[in-house]
């Protein structure tokens, strides 16, 4: 197990608060998503994977606009649901007040 050092990780990233960010992201998405690691796991945990990812130069700062472009994603697929929810249910409503009326 290689030593990670803060200052091998901001040759990577602008500053340490956007490395813990950059971080925090990636080690999130090995240990809850399920995201293959981009360097032999070594039995080390998801923080120091990630970390070492950032120092290899796998992992940059752009990892944090996946999250809007996730959100975007399930936002334009809602709306569509909701689209076809509101028509099925004006067309059957339609369809019960033309009944009615007969």
């Known amino acids: 197990m ?13 500053n340490r ?5 950059v971080g ?3 080690a999130r998405q090995i240990a809850v998503e399920g995201r293959e690691p981009m360097v032999p796991e070594e039995n080390d945990k998801p923080t120091v994977i990630a ?4 120092e290899e130069g796998f992992v940059t700062p752009d990892i ?6 996730d959100f975007e994603i399930v ?8 689209d076809d929810l509101t028509a099925a ?14």
């Open 2 to 14: 290689a030593r990670i050092t803060v200052e091998d990780c901001l040759d990577h990233v602008e």
């Open 51 to 54: 970390l070492r990812e950032i």
């Open 17 to 21: 608060f956007e490395l813990v960010l």
């Open 24 to 26: 925090a992201k990636r």
């Open 75 to 82: 936002a334009a697929e809602d709306a569509l649901a909701l």
């Open 64 to 69: 944090l606009t996946e999250v809007e472009q």
């Open 89 to 102: 249910l004006a067309a059957e409503l339609a369809g019960g007040i033309v009944a009615e009326a007969e």
